[in-house]
Every structure is written in C-alpha cells, then in structure tokens.
C-alpha cells in the first residue's frame, strides 16, 4: 500500500473546487499536479462567474444609489458609463485574483499545468498542453472538478453575438438599448441587475409563475417589488417558443397564458436557463466513473467516485452549483485521500442571490418544509422595525428564522435585504452549531447593525422582540 503522504495526486479543473482541493493537498504535504486550460487557476467563479458579475453588481449598485440620492437631499448627476474603462476595471480585478492564485501555486510547490485531461485509464491522464504536445502522466489518485457550462435549449441557440450567455453577457462588449433575459434565476436577474443599471431596458421572461423558483416567496416578494421599476417588464408563466434573427435585433415569440404581446424585437437576449456538470470528459469511458441521468458524477461522502482511484467534486457532481460548496467537497475528497476519516455532510450550504435587494438563506427553507411535511415554527422580523435598515433607507428586507417547534433548534435561516449575502454567514453557523434560538437571542450584536435582525427574529419567537410590540391574547 503507497504511504499517504507519498501520494501524487492530479485535479483536472482549476477552478474554486479544484485549486482548493490543490493547495490544500499541498499544505498536506502531497505532490500534486493541477490541470487546466486557463494561464492560471479560478474557474468558472473568477473568469466568468462569481467574480466578475459581483465587481459588476458593485457599479450597478453605486449607479441605483447615486439615482436614489436625492431622496436625501443630494442631487448626483446622471452618471456618464465608460463601458470599455469600466470593462477594463472588471478584467482588472480577475487578473489581479487569477494572478494572485497562479502565485500561491508557486509557493506552494503546486505543479500547474496549462492544458486539458483526458482519461487513457483509471490513473493515467492525457494531457494536451496549450502550446505543447501531449503528455501521458500517472497518477495515485485523481480528483476531477471539470465544473459546469451554461446549459443552451435548442430552440434557442443562434449563432448570433446578439444571442449570449452568462459568459458574453459579462464581456459587456456593449450596454444594448433591450435586453430580454430569458429566465428568472440567480445569474439572469444578477446580470438582468447590471445592465438595467447601465441603461438597458431589461425584460425577464420566466416559464415559472415566480422569479428565483425554489426560494421561498417571502424572500422573493420585496426582490419582485424592487425589480419591478428597475425592469421594463417581468414576464412570468411565460415560455419562448422561437428566437429568430433580424437586421434591427432578435425577433423572439412568447407563449402563455398571460401574454399579452406574442412577439417583439430585443437589441439583444441572454439565455440564462440553467447550467450543465461538464462530465464529458474524454476518456473517462475507460474508468468506473458512473454519471447520473442529469449528468453530474455519482460520489459518495467523501467524493470518490464508483472507480476506487476517482474523485469527483464541485458542479460536476450536483446541486447547488455554488463556488463555496465545490471548495469544501474538493477539501473533502484530499482530506478522504490522505487518510483523515471525513464526510461532506454540512448542515447548511448557503445560496446568496447579489441582487438589490439580496436574497440569502441557508439550512431548512419553509418550501423545503412544506413539501416534506415538517412541523416548523417560523419568526420573521420585518426590517421597517430596524434602526439601522432606516438610517441606509432600506426597510423592505425581513429576517425570518426557521425553528424546531419542540427544541427550539435553528434549522434555517432567511435573508431578504441590503448585504444579506454577508449576514447569513450568522445563520450557517447557528445552523452547524445547533444553536437554540435562545442562543441568537442571547447573544449581543452590535448597535445599530443589520445583524441585529437575526437577534430579534430569533426573539420574535418568544413574542419578547424590543422592537415590535405584540399584543397580549385576551
Ligand atoms: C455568472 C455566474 C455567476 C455566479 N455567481 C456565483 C456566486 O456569486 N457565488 C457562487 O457560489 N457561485 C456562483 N456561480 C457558480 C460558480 O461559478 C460555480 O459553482 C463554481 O465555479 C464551480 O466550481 P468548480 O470548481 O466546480 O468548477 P468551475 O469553476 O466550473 O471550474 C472548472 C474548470 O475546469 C476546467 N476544465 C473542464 N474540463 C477540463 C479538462 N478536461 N481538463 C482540464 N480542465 C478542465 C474548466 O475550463 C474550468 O476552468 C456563478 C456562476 C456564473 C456563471
């Protein structure tokens, strides 16, 4: 048997998944090779993904406040957007943190590889290096974290550079006069978000009869509300039926009950239905790797395939497709492989939505609840009672926090407002801790703070918040 530490070990795919599952390899003291197509590592997430679209959402929420001023007395004006200087700002920032992740692989004796893998067996890998001839390489283990692409319907897809997907979408190679965003998810309201802030008039068209399907409504709503004027329409219960070029834009045919016009012209649509694991990876017919029917790769706890040498992690192996989640399974899967008894089974995964407001949650949903029957008690504090939600004018946002009726356990937590991407982070430690809700209520947050909303929902509970006043039942 290879002592542990003796280990070399591949990552195909260098993305949040794949680089984390590197380094932390490395620290462990294993020889690790990391393979990827990029000059650096950072996926998905930092070159087209997490990264850019919030450095995006940053501008687009500076250009929303400085409109929004004048509510309080000070009058900006109308805000000049240099799209190239502005792209060039955002290009900026993922080189900066792609350069950044190129050198902690130095340090760390991380052997990059600038290429694509591909399987000759169970533990040898083909690599094609950019640049340079293959190179067949083995390997004691292999973690594949090859990740995800947006997924296209056929109906669709149009080679037309007026047709983009999340990835051209962040190019921002222009700010169109329409843009027609076709599904209502996390990444086409965030991008929805941006170029409705930079000018476009944004539809969004959503077969659903809600936007962001499978968070609870609650949370929704105030988000619904706030898009409403910032988008020139929301089209729900409405499906596309055809997108057909022509020389002034995109001809697109709605259907559904609710439409009320079955054909109009957008200047430019962004398909954003979804993403699909990119688990065709060449070779890996000749391996045990088993693929699911949605094509994700099957794991266990530790992230090993059902090839004893494989591991999987990150959007390759399921939902949620969430750079956080990738990060902790590919530590996982390198702590699995060097020995160290481990299991990804976390209580809680958040899932932030970067819109304006922003929709954050984590643990047990009241949706998730519903459908599976459970008993639950549900405190919600409303914002418009927060000090400090007043003094940034933003009282629409609801903390709501989901408890065991009988123990009192936190079981989830949700979010709708200003920066509730950074205050759930409370609520995925309450949730992994099995925090009481006497323990939120008892714990002293800072004044005036957004934070405190966690303390009072959870003080909701007992009818004993400060700052909303119940009436006592006859
Ligand atoms: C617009 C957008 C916004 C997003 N925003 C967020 C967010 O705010 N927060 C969040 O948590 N998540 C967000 N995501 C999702 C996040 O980007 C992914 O969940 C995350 O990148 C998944 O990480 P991963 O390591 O599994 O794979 P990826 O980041 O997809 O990286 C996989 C890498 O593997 C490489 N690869 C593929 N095949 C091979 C091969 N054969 N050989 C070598 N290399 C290969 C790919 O080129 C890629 O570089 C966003 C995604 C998009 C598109």
């Known amino acids: 048997m290879t002592e542990t530490s003796n280990l070399h070990i591949a990552v195909v795919g260098g993305g949040p998944g794949g680089y984390a599952a590197a380094f932390l390899a490395a620290d462990l003291g294993l020889q690790v090779t990391l393979i990827d197509p990029?000059?650096?590592?950072?996926?998905?997430?930092?070159?087209r993904g997490c990264i850019p679209?919030?450095?995006?959402?940053?501008?687009?929420?500076l250009i929303d406040e400085s409109r929004h001023a004048k509510n309080w007395g000070v009058d900006f004006a109308d805000p000049k957007i240099d799209v190239?200087?502005?792209r060039g700002w955002k290009e900026g920032v993922v080189k900066k943190l792609t350069g950044g992740l190129g050198l902690l692989s130095k340090q760390r004796k991380v052997e990059y590889v600038q290429g694509r893998a591909a399987f000759e067996n169970s533990n040898t890998l083909r690599i094609s290096k950019t640049g340079g001839a293959d190179q067949?390489?083995?390997?004691?283990?292999?973690?594949l974290a090859t990740g995800s692409r947006p997924a296209m319907i056929p109906s669709l897809s149009l080679d037309s550079p007026r047709v983009m997907d999340s990835t051209s979408a962040l190019d921002l190679s222009e700010v169109p006069g329409t843009l027609l965003v076709i599904g209502g998810g996390y990444i086409g309201l965030e991008l929805g978000t941006v170029y409705a802030a930079l000018g476009s008039k944004v539809s969004v068209v959503e077969m659903l009869p809600g936007l962001l399907?499978?968070?609870d409504r609650d949370l929704v709503l105030p988000l619904h509300r706030r898009v409403e004027k910032i988008f020139d329409s929301i089209l729900l219960n409405t499906t596309v039926v055809a997108?057909?070029?022509?020389?002034?834009?995109?001809r697109v045919t709605f259907d559904g009950s609710e439409v009320k016009e079955s054909e109009k012209v957008f200047a430019r649509v962004l398909v954003s239905v979804g993403r699909k694991p990119n688990s065709e990876i060449a070779g890996l017919e000749k391996t045990q790797v088993g693929?699911?029917?949605?094509?994700?790769?099957?794991?266990?706890?530790?992230?090993?395939?059902?090839?004893?040498?494989?591991?999987?992690?990150?959007d390759l192996v399921g939902e949620p497709m969430l750079a956080h989640k990738a990060s902790h399974e590919g530590r996982t899967a390198v702590e699995a492989i060097a020995g160290h008894k481990v299991a990804f089974e976390p209580a809680a995964i958040p899932a932030v939505v970067f819109t304006d407001p922003e929709i954050a949650w984590c643990g047990l949903t009241e949706t998730q609840a519903q459908k599976e029957n459970r008993d639950i008690k549900v405190a919600k504090f409303p914002w418009a009672a927060s000090g400090r939600a007043m003094t940034l004018d933003r009282t629409e946002g609801m903390t709501k926090v989901v408890l065991d009726p009988h123990t009192e356990r936190v079981l989830g937590v949700g979010i709708v407002g200003a920066g509730a991407g950074e205050l759930i982070a409370e609520g995925v430690l309450a949730v992994e801790m099995a925090a009481v809700a006497k323990d939120l209520a008892l714990t002293i947050h800072p004044h005036p703070?957004?934070?405190?909303?966690?303390?009072?929902?959870?003080?909701?509970?007992?009818?004993?918040?400060?700052?909303?006043y119940r009436p006592k039942k006859a």
């Open 38 to 47: 990029e000059l650096n590592p950072g996926g998905v997430c930092l070159y």
């Open 53 to 61: 679209s919030k450095a995006l959402l940053h501008v687009a929420k």
């Open 84 to 86: 190239a200087r502005l």
């Open 136 to 143: 067949n390489l083995t390997f004691d283990r292999i973690i």
């Open 213 to 215: 399907p499978g968070a």
């Open 243 to 250: 997108i057909k070029e022509e020389s002034n834009g995109i």
């Open 291 to 314: 693929v699911g029917p949605r094509g994700f790769v099957e794991v266990n706890k530790q992230m090993q395939t059902s090839d004893p040498t494989i591991y999987a992690i990150g």
């Open 449 to 468: 703070t957004l934070s405190e909303t966690i303390m009072e929902a959870a003080e909701v509970s007992f009818g004993t918040s400060t700052d909303i």
